[in-house]
């Protein structure tokens, strides 16, 4: 009885292997490849100033595949917030999911269609709530455009608008940056440093003397004329239902008027120069690891000083805060050996420190979080 029951189990046991396989293979054999482009675009919130539909961020990912175990790699473009070429850390194809993890901030999980020509799913930022992406195939995506050089929009004779201008909106500083092809058409980006957000991809309309600076995204746009006698493009940033009153003026340099030499230091305890720091992921709620931040800090001619913070390693693809990009400081203070600088706008950040030996030592706070952090002189500067 014993070997007969035996023999039963052997048999009911392979049967269901043989039942597995079976099944493995058809779903191997129907599983549709995922390696190629893809294209989507996601909501941002609020209606776009051309048609009041939804603003949009539109982005590009492009997969391949690694090996026959279906290991993937992936890069990302975002068209509209000028990123190219954001390399994801890991990407896992169990069908029908599909995983990508993008950064410590990032994730996408979506499920493919028996098709094997659209992906849905959602995309997480740390801290905020998930919301719906939908990835399509296609054979000819979209490309980013290369970010501008600054020879590329230098003023030059014969072309109007080529150069870097710059306007507030109320008290927030914009800038453009124009370049004017030889074909007579234009490329152009929008720097919003103060609130993280440079490079954004802007589409130029000129009909003399009528111009339009349209963000790709439709978030907002320029609209004005230019004023030959003045050289002033005179007119409303309109976002949503706002329109308000804006004047650009083009300036000779876009870096503006610091030099290297005002991030010189004389002496071990001077406060201008480039700093540099490393922050435990832990304290951020993130895996191990580090993160690196860097502190420029310039000595003014009148007195005073500026300083700017550049994240690194926070080189989020999608997120609108753009990082990593310098965002300059609201407000600097030292009084030896103490230093205060705020950072407003979207990131209220403080940072109490004093400069000792050589080290500013203190805490950063990003809200209610606070964060011991030393920043130490970068090597050879």
Avoid: C
Wanted: glycine fraction near 10%; aromatic fraction near 8%; charge should be neutral.
């Amino acid at each position: 009885m014993a070997a007969g029951l035996g023999a039963a189990v052997t048999l009911l046991v392979g049967t269901s292997l043989a039942a597995t396989e079976k099944a493995e293979t058809a779903q191997n054999e129907t599983r549709p490849e995922i390696q190629g482009a893809w294209e989507g675009a996601w909501e941002l919130g609020g209606q776009n100033v051309m048609d009041a539909g939804p603003v949009q961020a539109r982005i590009v990912v492009r997969l391949a595949k690694t090996n026959e175990n279906y290991a993937y790699t992936g890069v990302g473009d975002n068209l509209d917030w000028g990123r190219k070429g954001f390399r994801f850390r890991e990407v896992v194809y169990r069908h029908p999911l599909v995983q990508m993890e993008i950064s410590d901030w990032e994730s996408y999980q979506g499920t493919i269609n028996k098709e094997g020509t659209e992906i849905s799913g959602k995309y997480t930022i740390a801290g905020n709530p998930p919301f719906p992406l939908t990835l399509k195939r296609t054979a000819q995506p979209a490309t980013a455009p290369e970010r501008l050089r600054e020879s590329d929009y230098a003023p030059r004779v014969g072309s109007d608008l080529q150069g870097y201008w710059t306007g507030k909106l109320g008290g927030l500083p914009l800038s453009w940056k124009i370049a004017e092809e030889t074909n007579e058409t234009f490329r152009a980006e929008m720097d919003n440093v103060e609130q993280g957000a440079p490079h954004q991809t802007v589409a130029v309309t000129y009909f003399a003397p009528s111009v339009r600076l349209l963000l790709t995204t439709k978030s907002g746009m320029f609209e004005g004329d230019l004023n030959k006698k003045t050289g002033e493009l005179v007119g409303h940033w309109i976002q949503g239902p706002q329109s308000t009153p804006m004047t650009l003026r083009r300036v000779e340099n876009g870096k503006g008027t610091l030099d290297e030499r005002a991030y010189i230091p004389s002496g071990t305890n001077d406060l201008q120069g480039h700093w540099k720091t490393k922050v435990d992921k832990a304290l951020l709620g993130l895996p191990k690891g580090t993160l690196e931040a860097t502190l420029h800090i310039a000595k003014l001619p009148k007195g005073g000083f500026a300083a700017t913070l550049h994240g690194v390693d926070y080189d989020a693809m999608f997120l609108p805060t753009n990082l990593p990009a310098d965002v300059p400081a609201a407000t600097v203070e030292y009084t030896p050996p103490k230093v205060k600088m705020i950072w407003r706008h979207n990131f209220d950040y403080t940072f109490d420190a004093e400069l000792r030996d050589g080290k500013l030592t203190g805490t950063v706070r990003l809200g209610n979080l606070p964060l011991p952090m030393v920043f130490e002189r970068m090597a050879g500067k």
